[in-house]
């Protein structure tokens, strides 16, 4: 019988399956629910550093990359409802009660706050922590090194908390591999690919600005694939797949392209807790059908590494999706 076991930032799981930060781990309760589906760890519910900061406005020189004026508003009111102090108490009560791995999650746009609340996160008792970072230009004239700044943000939680460290990023950087590797030296000791960012729509009707589709589908499961496969071997980090994973083919094509586990969200919204159980039974059959015994086994196989021809294996998939069209 194939053993899903895996280590990701330093912890062992039992499953390659990971619950996403989302609405299931904003408590005590849905972190119980997803041990019990049979998840490997959960990322709880990110706070925001809004939520940390409390002050009226963000200071000029992170102004730039500030999420939307009205967003904003809206984070700093909710925040009085589950701030800080509150998400210290959730971290720690989800320890107390249940034997995973429990993953804090803080989504960040600057480097400030991190010498004291930093600190308190590990004193919680916290697995490791997830920084959930979304710095979004909107105007064409800034001067100011995006890429800088994720490093920033890293260097400074990496010199005050000594916990296992992944970083949640985007897919729109112009050099991956090159950003990636920054991140790397920065001080990540993972990288979760990637962050779907909430979709915006236009309600032609009312005029006005809408919410996009919320949830991922499994064709969105490509581009982090593609580049697991493509940074898989390269970094030292470990990898974590986001976005797209919907079953436990997905989850298998995900650590054949070299990810260590796989984070999953909308399948769990869609289809309840006992997705999760379907995903490991799933990718369990597919490893004994192959004759795996572990995930060691075949871990990175598909991989642009471990594929022989490194500098082949992107004009290679461009060829064969062309020569496949009639």
């Known amino acids: 019988m194939a053993t899903t076991t895996v280590r990701y930032l330093g912890l062992e799981l039992t499953s390659p399956v990971i619950l996403a930060s989302s609405g299931f781990t904003s408590s005590v ?14 990322v709880l519910k990110s706070l925001f550093e809004e939520q940390i900061a409390a002050e009226s406005s963000l200071s000029e ?11 904003e508003q809206y984070i700093r009111e909710m925040g009085m409802h589950l701030g800080p102090d509150d998400y210290l108490r959730l971290i720690t009560a989800t320890k107390e009660s ?17 010498e004291s609340y930093g600190r308190q996160i590990a004193t919680t008792g916290a697995d490791a922590l997830e920084l959930n970072i979304a710095l979004m230009p909107r105007e064409s004239t800034l001067d100011r090194d995006i890429e800088a700044a994720y490093c ?3 260097e400074q939680v990496r010199s005050r908390v000594d916990l296992p460290l992944a970083v949640k990023i985007g897919p729109y950087f112009t050099d991956l591999p090159a950003f990636t590797s920054r991140l790397q030296k920065a001080g990540a000791d993972a990288l979760v690919l990637f962050n779907r960012f909430y979709q915006l729509d236009i ?10 589709y919320r949830f991922s589908t499994p064709a969105e499961l490509h581009t982090p694939l593609r580049w697991i496969s493509i ?6 980090t470990d990898l974590a797949a986001s976005t797209g994973v919907h079953s436990g083919a997905d989850v298998a094509k995900m650590l054949l ?3 260590a586990v796989a984070q999953v969200c909308s399948a769990v919204y869609q289809h309840g807790h006992e997705r999760i159980s379907a995903m490991n039974a ?20 598909l991989s642009q590494t471990a594929t022989g021809e490194p500098e082949a294996h992107e004009r290679l998939q461009y060829i064969r999706a062309l020569t496949g069209i009639s």
């Open 29 to 42: 309760d849905g972190a119980r629910r997803a041990e019990d589906a049979g998840a490997g760890a959960v």
């Open 61 to 71: 020189e992170e102004a730039d990359y500030s999420i939307h004026p009205e967003a």
């Open 98 to 114: 249940v034997a995973i791995p429990v993953i804090a999650s803080v989504n960040c746009i600057s480097p400030r706050w991190w």
């Open 152 to 154: 920033r943000i890293i």
């Open 203 to 212: 309600d032609v009707n009312a005029l006005e600005l809408a919410p996009g």
């Open 231 to 236: 940074l898989s071997g390269v970094l030292d």
């Open 257 to 259: 392209a070299g990810a």
């Open 282 to 301: 799933d990718l369990a059959g597919w490893m004994d059908a192959h004759g795996f015994a572990s995930i060691g086994d075949f871990r990175g196989r």
